[in-house]
């Protein structure tokens, strides 16, 4: 019994510190990470303001601006984490709040 319980605090240690090593990535690279990407794809320059990560595995993004096409105040992304250590960019959720989506012909 001793051992089980000692393995249950070892594994719950490795997670928390993989959740905050999580955290302080996303604080500290995220904005880049995310501009980077989204400017892959979009073809288009992308800027952000303010990268958080929130629990779990969701992303709050403020101020996402695609040049001349699209600006949000405040973006909830759902994802998974292989999105951080992969290639891979899967969303399970996007929320805008107040977009402002500029088409011109």
């Known amino acids: ?13 490795l997670l928390s510190a993989l959740f905050v090593s999580l ?11 995310i501009e980077q990407r ?15 990560l929130a629990f779990p595995m969701v992303l709050n993004i403020k101020g996402f601006s695609v040049e001349g096409l699209l600006w949000v105040e405040e973006a909830q992304v759902g994802c998974d984490f292989m999105t951080f250590v992969g290639k891979s960019f899967h969303l399970s959720e996007v929320r805008l709040w107040n977009p402002i989506l500029t088409l011109h012909r």
């Open 1 to 13: 019994m001793k051992r089980f319980v000692r393995i249950l605090f070892v594994a719950l240690c």
């Open 23 to 33: 955290i302080v990535f996303v604080r500290f690279h995220g904005k880049a990470l």
């Open 38 to 52: 989204a400017t892959g794809m979009l073809h288009r320059p992308v800027t952000v303001v303010e990268v958080r």
